[in-house]
């Protein structure tokens, strides 16, 4: 569907409305609520009822089945592809899958998993992996270093779809031994295993024999769940696996209490807490802040999503965005704290950054929220010689976020306010995940092929960058503003400035060639540890706040509807690992 906002339309008028709509929904002041949990506190919360605990090694479960609600249903299954990455790191990544690392869910400490006994630094640029002998992945395949090496090989390829690679930087793999391998990075990698969560393994022998079509509808790991079956547009179902090898006394890392998991999808929150309350499910995410006071307390839990909400712009090719002021003049007309309190009942905190205090690279003064001044909005708008015949077009889903619809008419209402053309179109999730994909390194991976070079293996120079930056775009449609959620579970700036700031990224529309500028900065901050790479992040943090790079807005709560009776926990992350669940009588 197409909204436009061609005609001015204010924004007080849109915001009573999403006002009556909030009161309707809601049957109690929000003092019910839970505490504010805002990116800048990583721990998450609970509203009301008892406080889930970690199932101790050999509980019994009072259930066998779970039934689990999400807001959309995933474009496709397997770890080693991006699309839809933020569903499929929930149902398949979570649950289907061990990682090569994984973040702790109660002290965020970088633990070993199923995968893996440990890990050393060798030098600057290489780590060495032991892995856990005695795994199988779910159709019986033996895990070892060479069965490991095909998942290694492809999430280290900057040129494959492989969601890791952006968190970790490319790699190349080599086997050691039967339960050995070395990490090879590009560059340097000194916080390797904080990013390496990201990193899964799909059974070799089923992978290079099933076709791509089919590899979309499945994934095999080793992980505590198996899938079972995916029937389209109705549920996704997952059994404990029998031979799963435990870590320890970790308490995310032990067989699964309940035995069968139903994933299944609805797009409105309020029909996904009516399902939790009425037996049909017992834990659905984001039911939003409307489920305050509509939801008994000991049904509500709230928690953080380790993402801040905001817009990713085409400041290289788009006519307007390119200019500095009109991207100014954008973040200056967006009242942010109004959107806050009228969305999200002030459960959420304002950013003039994707990162937060805490993480590395912030500062109070990169990531402080940008004022609301549509004055001086005009006034850039003005000095930019804005031309209004250059529409700019908001995308967003559905489903993602909540509210994320209501976010987009506000908007639009917003910088209509102050004269700029602007309409939104709500697409699909495939779709989004496209255009998010066709940024500046799109267009550069097409000159390095042009040019008889391969992608994969050869490094883009400047003149590539400037390249890419003259020409007219890449032969894929790439975005105006999108809707957006950079999430920050790596605790470091690292991981948003090779996506966003990086002119080799996919998904950066941003490319900084100047002297002294970002993208001379970025492989030293990546190859710096300690202090040096707190130094070097905060002076591009510093960057991405003034050259505006995206229309930044606030953190993103969740909040979940919960079967009073499910011992269970947020993570930072919104992550949902069903094996840490189980049932009290």
Same mark, same amino acid.
């Given at each position: ?26 049957a &109690?002041?929000?003092?019910?609520? %839970? /505490?504010?949990?805002?990116?800048? +506190? ?32 995933p ?23 061990? %990682? ?49 090496? %095909?998942s ?9 779809t ?17 339960? #050995? ?6 560059? /340097? ?19 290079? /024999? ?18 079972v ?19 320890? +006394? ?33 834990i ?11 939801l %008994? ?6 928690? #953080? ?8 712009m085409?400041?290289i ?48 003064a ?22 209004s ?12 976020? &909540? ?42 991976q ?14 883009? #120079?400047? &003149? ?18 999108i ?57 591009l ?31 930072l ?13």
């Amino acid at each position: 569907m197409r909204y436009q906002a061609r005609k001015f339309v204010p924004v007080s008028l849109i915001l009573m409305a999403l006002v009556l709509l909030v009161a309707c929904g809601s049957a &109690a002041s929000p003092t019910s609520a %839970p /505490a504010n949990t805002t990116a800048a +506190d990583p721990t998450a919360t609970t509203a009301g009822g008892p406080t889930a605990v970690p199932a101790p090694g050999g509980i019994t479960s009072a259930r066998d089945s779970i039934t689990l609600v999400m807001p959309e249903e995933p474009i496709q299954l397997n770890s080693l592809d991006t699309l839809g990455a933020s569903v499929v790191e929930s149902v398949t990544k979570a649950n289907v899958q061990d %990682p090569l690392t994984w973040q702790s869910g109660d002290d965020l400490r970088i633990v070993p998993t199923s995968a893996t006994t440990g890990w050393e630094q060798l030098d600057t640029d290489t780590w060495r992996f032991t892995l856990r002998q005695g795994v199988k992945f779910h159709n019986g395949e033996a895990f070892n270093a060479q069965a490991a090496l %095909p998942s290694l090989i492809s999430g280290g390829n900057p040129a494959s779809t492989n969601n890791s690679v952006n968190y970790t930087s490319p790699f190349t793999a080599e086997v050691v031994d039967d339960y #050995t391998v070395d990490i090879n990075c590009a560059s /340097a990698c000194p916080i390797l295993p904080s990013t390496a969560f990201f990193v899964d393994f799909e059974a070799p022998e089923w992978y290079a /024999a099933t076709s791509e079509e089919d590899r979309t509808r499945q994934s095999i790991g080793f992980g505590p769940y198996k899938q079972v079956d995916w029937s389209p547009g109705v549920s996704i179902t997952h059994e404990a696996y029998e031979d799963y090898v435990p870590v320890g +006394d970790h308490f995310e890392f032990q067989k699964a209490p309940i035995k069968n998991a139903t994933w299944v999808w609805r797009s409105e929150p309020l029909v996904i807490g009516a399902m939790i309350e009425s037996g049909e499910a017992d834990i659905g995410w984001d039911v939003s802040v409307d489920a305050v006071g509509t939801l %008994p307390a000991d049904m509500l839990r709230a928690g #953080t999503s380790a993402e801040t909400y905001a817009m990713t712009m085409n400041g290289i090719w788009h006519p307007e965005l390119k200019k500095k002021k009109v991207r100014q003049a954008i973040v200056h007309a967006v009242n942010c704290p109004e959107l806050a309190d009228i969305l999200y009942g002030g459960y959420t905190t304002c950013r003039g950054n994707i990162i937060w205090p805490g993480i590395t690279g912030a500062t109070a003064a990169n990531t402080a929220p940008y004022e609301y001044d549509p004055d001086l909005s005009r006034q850039l708008l003005q000095e930019a010689g804005y031309d209004s015949s250059n529409t700019i077009t908001i995308n967003t889903r559905a489903a993602r976020v &909540a509210k994320q619809v209501e976010i987009s008419e506000a908007i639009v209402g917003y910088l209509s306010e102050v004269g700029m053309d602007v309409e939104f179109q709500v697409v699909e999730s495939s779709i989004r995940s496209a255009m998010t994909q066709c940024g500046i390194g799109k267009t550069v991976q097409g000159i390095l092929e042009a040019s008889g070079r391969d992608p994969a293996t050869e490094t883009p #120079t400047n &003149a590539d960058f400037q390249a890419a930056l003259d020409s007219d775009g890449p032969d894929c449609t790439y975005i105006n503003l999108i809707g957006n959620q950079p999430s920050n579970e790596t605790l470091d700036f690292g991981r948003q400035v090779n996506y966003y700031m990086n002119c080799s990224s996919l998904r950066s529309g941003f490319c900084d060639l100047r002297p002294g500028g970002a993208q001379e900065k970025i492989d030293p901050a990546l190859a710096a540890s300690g202090e040096e790479r707190k130094r070097l992040m905060e002076e591009l943090g510093d960057i991405f706040h003034e050259e505006v790079v995206m229309l930044t807005l606030f953190d993103l709560p969740v909040f979940y509807a919960v079967n009073p009776k499910l011992n269970w926990e947020p993570r930072l992350n919104p992550v949902v690992r069903v094996s840490t669940m189980w049932f009290s009588e």
